[in-house]
């Protein structure tokens, strides 16, 4: 199973970006999915995520500005983020908790896309 994550890139502040993450593999079913982001000499934080029942949580610094959505069919989980800041610029890391095949079993685990930059400037 992987995640790969695009859609970022350099914008102005109060511009947009949409980012994608799609999820490849034998998988057989993605429970919770979300975004992190790690700023330079920071630890990595929660932006957004769905969690069970379709219930989305978001970080208060982004609440109002940004929307996490996903498409089940395709595998794919987005972040749509408007109104951008200077200070959302950060590597943007997707994570989905997947039940996938294995021979015999299923497995259930955390993964990590590979991180898209997004840069803010003001």
């Known amino acids: 199973v992987q995640l790969q994550a695009s859609g970022g890139g350099l914008v102005q502040a109060g511009g947009s970006l949409r980012l994608s993450c799609v999820a490849s593999?034998?998988?057989?079913?993605?429970?919770?999915v979300g975004w992190y982001r790690q700023a330079p000499g920071k630890e990595r934080e929660l932006v957004a995520a769905?969690?069970?029942?379709?219930?989305?949580n978001y970080a208060h610094s982004v609440k109002g500005r940004f929307t996490i959505s996903r498409d089940n069919a395709k595998n794919m989980v987005y972040l749509q983020m408007t109104s951008l800041k200077p200070e959302d610029t950060a590597v943007y890391y997707c994570?989905?908790?997947?039940?996938?095949?294995?021979?015999?079993?299923?497995?259930?685990?955390?993964?990590w896309g590979q991180g898209t930059l997004v840069t803010v400037s003001s």
């Open positions: 593999g034998r998988i057989f079913s993605i429970d919770a």
């Open positions: 769905i969690i069970s029942g379709g219930i989305t």
């Open positions: 994570n989905a908790r997947i039940t996938s095949y294995e021979v015999t079993r299923l497995v259930t685990d955390d993964y």
